[in-house]
């Protein structure tokens, strides 16, 4: 079968930026799925706009290629209105975070239906053929949908509708730009199953991520990229269990696998919760929480978003009280958080250096000493937080929590926001502080695999309640509940 | 982007020189703005007297610079009270008892519904005519816009995740406002104070012109507005002069002051 989209020597420089693509050659076929993968700034995003037209609209863009032809057509000199007619029918992007894709004041049908309308399809026809695009994309009770507008539906089912938009034209080819990235696993794990569907039903899929996990799961064949370059191609199952390439295995490296390297030895209790509950208005976010953290241990909190989760750990760390229950501090504990979004809690203002000699009590290491330990050049010291890439925000947010000389850390979703390699660092650098200054830590998560590797014990939530707790590796090996089980075999952890 | 590094060089360098007109005039222009001479009256600009001269004899060049202290100090002047009173009602607004924040803000919210001039007349009518009053007037008029403006941006700090981090780590209210909230939100008011400036000095004009500012002889520049406004048809220099420096002056601190509110955002 010979391919839709067939792509070779493609190189994109941009102003400012240089040569952002390099010499890729790729093709997409009719149903199947091709996964790009690469760490973030390999040029991934780039390729998947190039593919659609989209950076060619840059006047100051130079994209060359030897051949570049969708379905036969030559694209190469195509101008911009070949592209929009492309866009519009034969091909179509997803991107990741579907809240901003979305327009907050149209609704489901508006947006879904925008394709038809710009083609002047008749308005009786629209209504069926929306319905059908928002089956298709796997929202079972679609016309109850139309009528709703983006904010009111969940994360799951805005990537959903914007599905719905992007094949209700026909498209033959899908290029989805990380679209599972914003989504709880559980949640994720259907949307990729959808993607394979589209593929089954004759559509060419392109699908950029950075989880090989995902790739692994879905994808009929892989392109490696780094640093603009294709260094790695070939069927998913040759590429991931043969990878000749040292980025593709370092990249495998790092996906999060197995139980936690070494079990601390747990100590003394730091910190106790009992009977936790707290209400906004009449929803209960936190309902009779009770746990116990010891010195040296860790323990995960994992559930889908909405659980309680971040309002537990606000609990914890005093930032909130419960309307029941207590928390107990035997021996005075210091209590650090690193929150969930570390550029938002970082004074636009200030340097690093100066975040970190703020945040210094007592006989804390040197703001250099604190750097060093998490891993970073001292030279960043005189940078603004929003001059750091996010890997170094979260190292920055680390350090922060450390110069207080904490006994608990609390982590709100580490490393969700990063890449497989940058998440590695990350959870080798909290295993090795744990190791040698017996910090005992709480580690958030939604992902399954990465709490696996970084906890001894964990906890369950769903609606609030924590309902199933544990040593981690007893509760992956034999869960108890079916929310358990539900995200056990989301994250494809067994 | 180049186009505006250009016009933000030429904006500073007109901002510098009407500075070295408000603190030395004498430096710009050795003569003496207010001495007549008949025999040099209505003479068009010449070498001798490069913007012309006045019915006085009065050069206007000279005069626009010494009146560069009247014009620009008193623009300078009014906003230092309109942002002064706007900083105190905004931080009161901001972070004070919700009572006092829903109270002020509907006073400041019907009086900025007001024309900036239409406010500034109504406080000249109420306090009197002359240079202290005008300057009291614009400050007074231009307060609700920047204690608006400070409200919004004191709550939005107040409640960010940085300040509830400093809370986390145990700061005292009272330290994470001094340290996160005070500047965090003054910084950005820098920008909107120059815009503010350049606006100022249009409407300290316009009420010269109108009789309520400055009085002649002043080289105030709203005011010898209005004395050429009666020479239009034979003497075009006695105002267009004036007008010209009005407008350059506040052009140049808009072009600055949106310069500075994209490096600062």
């Known amino acids: ?494 | 982007m180049r186009a505006l590094g250009v016009s933000a060089f030429v904006a500073t360098g007109v901002v510098l020189l009407i500075l070295v007109a408000v603190s030395a005039p004498a430096l710009l222009a050795p003569g003496d703005p207010l001495a007549v001479s008949p025999t040099e009256g209505f003479l068009a600009p010449s070498l001798a007297h490069p913007f012309g001269t006045d019915e006085s004899g009065r050069g206007i060049y000279t005069r626009i610079v010494h009146g560069a202290r009247a014009s620009a100090g008193i623009g300078v002047a009014a906003t230092a009270i309109g942002v002064g009173l706007g900083i105190v009602i905004g931080f009161v607004c901001g972070l004070g008892p919700r009572a006092v924040d829903a109270a002020l803000t509907r006073v400041v919210e019907v009086l900025y519904a007001l024309p900036t001039l239409v406010m500034a007349l109504l406080f000249v009518a109420v306090i009197g005519p002359g240079p202290t009053s005008s300057i009291l007037a614009i400050g007074l008029a231009t307060a609700p816009g920047y204690a608006r403006m400070v409200r919004t941006r004191v709550r939005q700090v107040a409640r960010s995740d940085y300040v509830a981090y400093a809370r986390h780590e145990g700061v005292t209210r009272t330290a994470a406002f001094g340290r996160h909230v005070l500047p965090n939100t003054l910084w950005p008011l820098i920008a909107m104070v120059t815009l503010g400036i350049g606006q100022a000095i249009v409407w300290v004009s316009a009420l010269s012109f109108l009789g309520l500012g400055a009085e002649p002889p002043s080289p105030e520049w709203g005011s010898m507005l209005n004395a050429g406004r009666v020479y239009l048809s034979t003497a075009w220099w006695m105002t267009l002069f004036p007008g010209l420096a009005i407008i350059v002056t506040a052009i140049a601190l808009t072009v600055l002051g949106r310069r500075l509110s994209k490096g600062s955002a």
């Open chain 1, 1 to 494: 079968m010979s391919a839709l989209l067939e792509v070779r020597g493609l190189t994109v420089s941009l102003a400012g930026s240089g040569e952002v693509v390099s010499a890729v050659s790729l093709d997409a076929r009719a149903g199947e799925v091709h996964g790009i993968v690469g760490e973030s700034g390999a040029g991934k995003s780039v390729l998947a706009r190039t593919l659609l037209g989209l950076t060619q609209q840059d006047p100051r863009a130079r994209v060359t290629a030897t051949a570049l032809t969708f379905d036969g057509r030559d694209m190469r000199r195509a101008g911009q209105r070949a592209w929009r007619a492309l866009r519009g029918g034969e091909s179509a992007l997803v991107l990741q975070d579907a809240l901003q894709s979305l327009d907050p004041l149209r609704t489901v049908q508006a947006e879904v239906g925008e394709t038809l309308a710009v083609r002047r399809t008749p308005r009786s026809e629209r209504r069926t053929r929306i319905l059908d695009a928002l089956e298709r994309a796997g929202l079972a009770d679609a016309a109850s949908l139309l009528g709703h507008r983006s904010g009111e539906l969940s994360g799951g089912m805005r990537q959903r509708v914007l599905i719905a938009s992007a094949i209700i034209g026909g498209a033959r080819l899908i290029i989805a730009d990380e679209p599972t990235t914003a989504l709880d696993a559980t949640v994720a794990v259907r949307v990729l199953e959808l993607l394979r569907s589209l593929a089954a039903d004759g559509a060419a899929v392109i699908f950029i991520t950075h989880d090989l996990d995902a790739v692994r799961r879905i994808a009929d064949r892989v392109t490696v990229l780094e640093g603009g370059r294709a260094v790695e191609q070939g069927t998913a199952h040759q590429v991931l269990r043969a990878p000749a390439h040292p980025s593709t295995r370092a990249l495998l490296a790092a996906i999060p696998t197995g139980p936690k390297r070494e079990t601390a030895s747990p100590g003394d209790v730091v910190l106790e919760a009992e009977h936790l509950s707290r209400r906004y208005g009449s929803a209960l976010a936190v309902d009779d929480a009770s746990l116990t953290l010891r010195a040296g241990e860790t323990l995960g909190i994992v559930g889908e978003s909405g659980s309680g989760k971040s309002t537990l750990a606000r609990l914890l760390i005093g930032a909130e009280r419960p309307d029941e229950g207590a928390t107990a501090r035997p021996g005075d504990p210091t209590v650090r958080l690193v929150p969930q979004d570390p550029l938002g809690s970082f004074d636009p203002r200030h340097s690093v250096r100066r975040i970190l000699d703020l945040s210094r009590r007592g006989a804390a290491p040197t703001s250099e000493e604190l750097m060093a330990k998490v891993g970073l050049d001292s030279a960043l010291l005189d940078r603004r937080p929003a001059r750091l890439s996010g890997g170094q925000r979260q190292r920055v947010a680390i350090a922060r929590a450390l110069a207080a000389d904490p006994h608990v850390l609390v982590l709100d979703e580490p490393v969700s926001a990063l890449d497989v390699t940058t998440q590695a660092g990350i959870l080798d650098l909290l295993g090795d502080l744990q190791r040698r200054s017996r910090l005992a830590m709480v580690f958030i998560s939604h992902d399954l695999a990465v709490v696996r590797r970084a906890a001894d014990r964990v906890a369950v939530m769903q609606a609030g309640r924590i309902v199933e707790t544990g040593p981690t590796e007893r509760i992956y090996a034999s869960p108890a509940q079916q929310v358990t089980r539900d995200l056990i075999a989301a994250s494809g952890q067994r």
